[in-house]
């Protein structure tokens, strides 16, 4: 049986609603603050069954089957493999610099650095791996048998390529590992093709990229005005005091609204570019979200946030997935016959990595 998704109003659909998640994220809220944040892995777990049930592709939920004993294992897993001998090795190196061996100390810092950023890209490899194995859909899941060990030194290498030719290749980097993590998964018996080409991004890349220089340069022809003038920028009620305003206005509407704005706006583009690159078997994907949509979703949950003081941030998965779902899209034919469950390996601990370094997956 096949059908083809391109006669569908939309291949993915949400039926969740803010009310029925309120039941699920106040327990959770006062539950973690009973129990000291450690409750927070079971409410991940409960609200991601919750989102995940009320999301259809093609008329068939999805459903989640982590539980929240294998984040909590993989957060301690990391905590004793890796926090601990890091702590030792910082009181070391603090010993070292008060003994005057500062180039030892140095070392061991960079090494520490390097490894830390080594892991972080481990870390995004395998949370994206982790959640395609507990994704199931009409009885199948997604996964990968890559560790994501030759990702780490890819994500430390594109990296570092990217910044330095003074960040200009950044956007290069981003879609080049977006296409490498994609590669490396599949669902079901079919591989992920993930091909987005990073040149589209490079004017919106730009856009975001030239906001600090010309905010440089504004402020500087404001001073050179005013000095050319003859005020002071210091004189009280002087025209110096006028320009002092100003360039204090214009770094503060830059720092916190134009350059958040052309950060969105980058990447909605970066987003929508790696989206429409990725394929699976016959089907090809899209995110219809554009600049605007991110900008007026950014905005209402700053001020969901604001307005509840805070508590509204609960909300905040909720709204997330919904807006991914809401603008997600998938085209082609897909023969439901051909479909078997996937042979990959199934960990059987969580996103450690990824709650250690505070990161997401996709």
Avoid at 211 to 217: D, T
Wanted: net charge positive.
């Amino acid at each position: 049986m096949s059908e083809d998704l391109t006669q569908r109003h939309s291949a993915f659909r949400f039926h969740g609603s803010w009310q029925e998640f309120a039941k699920i994220a106040f327990p959770n809220l006062l539950l973690s603050i009973v129990t000291l944040g450690i409750y927070r892995f079971w409410a991940t777990t409960r609200e991601r069954e919750y989102l995940w049930a009320q999301t259809d592709f093609i008329d068939e939920r999805l459903e989640w089957t982590g539980k929240g004993m294998e984040l909590f294992i993989g957060f301690i897993m990391v905590f004793l493999l890796l926090g601990l001998p890091f702590i030792v090795i910082q009181l070391i190196s603090q010993g070292l610099i008060f003994r005057g061996e500062t180039v030892i100390a140095g070392v061991i810092t960079l090494v520490m650095f390097l490894l830390l950023f080594y892991l972080t890209g481990v870390a995004y490899f395998r949370a994206l791996r982790y959640r395609l194995s507990r994704t199931y859909w009409r009885g199948i899941r997604g996964g990968s048998n890559d560790p994501g060990f030759r990702y780490g030194l890819s994500y430390m290498w594109k990296s570092f390529v990217g910044w330095l030719p003074i960040f200009l290749l950044v956007p290069w980097s981003m879609i080049s590992l977006w296409n490498e993590r994609w590669n490396a998964m599949s669902f079901g018996p079919h591989r992920f093709e993930a091909n987005a080409d990073w040149k589209p991004l490079m004017k919106r890349y730009l856009l975001f990229y030239l906001v600090p220089f010309l905010l440089v340069a504004g402020i500087i022809t404001m001073v050179i005005v005013a000095a050319a003038s003859g005020d002071q920028l210091g004189a009280v009620g002087g025209a110096g005091m006028a320009v002092g305003v100003v360039i204090v206005v214009v770094a503060v509407l830059s720092l916190y609204i134009i350059l958040p704005l052309a950060a969105l706006a980058f990447y909605s583009k970066y987003f929508r570019l790696a989206v429409g690159g990725l394929r699976l078997h016959n089907l090809e994907f899209d995110f219809r979200a554009r600049a605007p949509d991110w900008i007026l979703f950014f905005l209402a949950n700053m001020a969901i946030v604001i307005c509840t003081l805070g508590i509204g941030y609960i909300f905040m998965p909720y709204r997330n997935w919904k807006f991914f779902v809401d603008h997600m899209e998938a085209y082609g034919d897909i023969n439901i016959d051909e479909l078997t469950q996937s042979k990959t390996i199934v960990s059987k601990h969580g996103e450690g990595l990824l709650d250690a370094f505070d990161v997401g997956a996709i």
